[in-house]
């Protein structure tokens, strides 16, 4: 089983706010990562956050305590 | 001889060192900001992101997604112009304006596209009032300067804004010239949107400017392209700032502008605003000594003076200003045409001493002892 599994990616409907989110997680103490959204997921916005799948709902409500629009969240990624 | 800049209405030299660092850091550290996704390309995204947050809170902004990177105030002018004005619309601008608005317009309107009034000099500037005898029930947009380029008279913006808020009319404000010398809040002033450039007293590099645009303004779409963002769809994303912003940015530029911006906020507007005003009463006084010397400039304006000497020519006095004693001006008609023929320098010109945020007692004290000597040479 590849680390990968534990990993869900949010994506957004533009880069603007992928950034956005990301310095807000960043601030809030969550581990996440900018990275291109896989092929499978459909998204407006080439970049996605790569988060822990533990931490999702509470990254959802902290990006939505922000005022941050989010497109949607896909997971568990499945390999590379 | 050592070099002494007083053309900062033009641009602003020299520039911070913090604008040097961050350039050559963006430039070796840049991908396509927001495009492939790894970590040159979000590198540079993350730069032009931080930019728009430090422009976003220096001028108020509710959201650093109503702001735009731009080359230069005249693109953020032409788009926010051609995207507001529809058909039939009238606008309204002063005789004061510099080309990048007066062109615009001109053409919208020898298209039959406007009806436009220009409002005329009244006591060295363009007074609130006549702002608002001019507005029609057709009246859609007013576009105004904060303050001229070649007389440096300052316009009572925030009057302005309490007239057009009052009509129903939108405001769009020129701060070329203000920029990071007087404070701006879009918030407050209720702008439409605010155009300005990024190498003048925002202390940038040149080839940057910003557009803001209020949320509730659609501003028609100016160039379609790459955004990075719904590449699937071949219409243009209209979410702002993609919205605006087709094509691979200037992030080396941005940058810069992101750090002057920065540096800028640190020193505070209104600190900069009172050197600012002091130098500039000290050199308004000083001109006024002056025999022979025509001031054109208000006495209530921003550091940029334009003046003729008697017995020279307006480019010949910047030649002797830079030949005899190394001083730095502009001479001719500015682009601002219709300022000239108001202030009757037209097509003379004048010459213009601009001072910006680097300029210090000590250099106003030197340019105006060189007018002085100029001035007895040819009496």
Not at chain 1, 20 to 30: I, R
Not at chain 2, 105 to 134: C, H, M, R, S, W
């Amino acid at each position: 089983m590849t680390p990968e599994l534990d990993l869900y990616i949010v994506t957004f409907h533009s880069t603007y706010w992928a950034f956005e989110a990301e310095q807000v997680l960043k601030d809030s103490g969550f581990q996440c990562r900018l990275r291109p959204v896989p092929r499978e997921y459909s998204s407006s916005c080439g970049i996605c956050a790569e988060v822990k799948a533990a931490d999702l709902a509470a990254i959802l409500d902290t990006l939505e305590q922000h005022g941050l629009e989010h497109d949607a969240a896909y997971g568990p990624l499945k390999g590379r | 001889m050592e070099q002494l800049y007083l053309d900062h209405a033009a641009t602003s030299w020299p520039k911070p060192n913090v604008i040097k660092e961050a350039m050559m850091l963006a430039l070796e550290q840049s991908g396509n900001p927001g495009r492939s996704g790894h970590s040159l390309s979000l590198n540079a995204a993350r730069i032009i992101h931080q930019a728009r947050h430090t422009l976003a809170q220096f001028f108020n902004a509710p959201s650093s997604a109503q702001i735009v990177f731009t080359l230069n105030a005249t693109d953020s002018l032409n788009m926010a112009i051609k995207g507001m004005v529809k058909p039939g619309d009238h606008v309204i601008t002063t005789c004061l304006e510099h080309n990048s608005v007066l062109r615009p317009l001109y053409a919208l309107k020898n298209a039959g596209q406007i009806e436009l009034t220009v409002l005329e000099l009244q006591d060295g500037t363009v007074q609130p009032e006549q702002f608002a005898a001019a507005i029609r029930p057709d009246t859609a947009l007013v576009v105004t300067t904060h303050a001229s380029n070649v007389i440096g008279a300052i316009i009572d913006i925030a009057a302005v804004s309490r007239i057009c808020q009052k009509a129903g009319v939108k405001l769009l404000l020129d701060a070329a010239q203000t920029a990071g010398v007087l404070p701006i809040d879009v918030q407050e002033l209720n702008l439409a949107a605010m155009a300005c450039a990024g190498h003048k007293g925002l202390l940038g590099p040149q080839g940057t400017g910003a557009l803001y645009v209020r949320a509730d303004v659609e501003l028609g779409f100016w160039r379609e392209g790459g955004t990075g963002s719904i590449s699937h769809e071949v219409y243009q994303p209209p979410f702002m700032p993609d919205r605006l912003e087709a094509g691979t940015p200037n992030t080396i530029g941005i940058a810069g502008l992101g750090a002057s911006v920065k540096y800028l906020s640190e020193i505070g507007i209104d600190a900069i605003r009172q050197k600012e005003a002091a130098l500039t009463e000290q050199l308004r006084a000083g001109l006024k000594r002056i025999p022979g010397l025509t001031l054109y400039t208000p006495d209530i304006s921003m550091g940029v003076f334009s003046i003729n000497l008697e017995g020279f020519d307006s480019a010949g006095l910047s030649v002797a200003l830079e030949r005899e004693h190394g001083i730095l001006t502009r001479p001719g008609l500015h682009c601002a045409p219709l300022a000239h023929k108001a202030i009757g320098t037209y097509p003379q010109g004048t010459t213009r001493i601009s001072i910006g945020y680097s300029t210090t007692e000590a250099e106003v004290e030197q340019v105006i002892k060189a007018l002085e000597e100029l001035s007895r040479q040819v009496r």
